[in-house]
């Protein structure tokens, strides 16, 4: 994956490029792939979190959605090691695909699915694949209120269109959503519509930095590398439903005589001693609305999760 950072959307509806010496612009997938690539996935998945094993389904997860669930595994794995018996297997049905023509490789596709937890939220997942000899790996998900998922373009055949990573018939090229979102929980401004994972995650951090007893640093970076590049489809309207990635690390430091309390869920992710700081790491994945011309990013999901952790 690590050879597709600049490739993920760079095919417009109206041309092509060379990539690994393929000029055709094609579906990336059949339905009958995008079936099977869902069902391994959801296979390996229920079995990683039946046995908290994250070898189970390490290669069917890759991107941030990787990052998070193989993280996630580890560490409740670490906390009870004879598995889940309570289990109850994840179900996604009702899938329906967005499978955007595009040339070359990576090649990648949308899953819109309803599954058996959260209630009424969507699952919507991106599945992308490096090369023809590389299995199918779902990098994103998201939970998304059915009502709030954009109307996708379509073709007369019913293929999704790509957007260009440098769009600049959007508000936000998707390239840069990463470096917007980073700059906004820092200084704010008026990219991002309003909203949990925006005014109001950010009045949180900004309030949270003042704990007593403990100061609280934020690090925020985006994250465009790889399978962590951002793709997007375009939408009815001229828009875009984009989908990127985000590093975040979070810094406690204590004041003299102030002890640090270590949850449960970090120990097993932890390095080094917590004496008088620990560096908590995060990946967050997210999908937005991205509007054509001007206008304010909506975000429609975002999911983070703890990645690593460093004690000093």
Known sequence: MAASTATVLTVTATGCVTVHGEREVIPSA???????????????????????????DAARVTGPLGAINQAG?????????????KQV???????????????????WFVADTKSNRRGDLRWVLVFTKGSKDQLWEASYLNLVAPDKMPELKKDKDGWAEPVAVNSSALAVAPKNLGKEYTTYLK??????????????????????????????????????????????????????????????????TAAKGVNLTV??????????????????????????VDPAGTGKVTFLSRIQGLTGAKGE
Do not use: C
Request: aromatic content about 8%; cysteine-free.
């Open 89 to 107: 297997p994840l179900e996604l049905t009702d899938a329906k695909y967005s499978i955007p023509k595009k040339a070359g490789w990576p090649r």
């Open 30 to 56: 059949t339905k009958a792939e995008a079936d099977r690539a869902l069902q391994d996935f959801l296979t390996a998945y229920n079995k990683a979190e039946k046995a908290y094993d994250p070898a189970l």
């Open 187 to 252: 200084s704010g401004g008026d990219t991002f519509a309003p909203g949990d994972h925006t005014s109001t995650w950010k009045a949180f951090r900004d309030k949270n930095t003042k704990r007593r007893g403990i100061a609280v640093q934020y690090i925020d970076e985006p994250k465009n590398d790889g399978a962590f590049a951002p793709v997007g489809l375009r939408t009815q309207d001229g828009g875009a439903m984009v989908f990127f990635s985000t590093h975040h690390y979070e810094k406690q």
């Open 73 to 85: 595994l580890k560490s409740r794995g670490a906390q009870k090691p004879g598995g889940n018996p």
């Open 263 to 288: 949850e449960p869920d970090v120990k097993p992710l932890l390095t080094g001693e917590v004496k008088q700081s620990v560096m908590l790491e995060r990946v967050s994945n997210q999908v937005v």
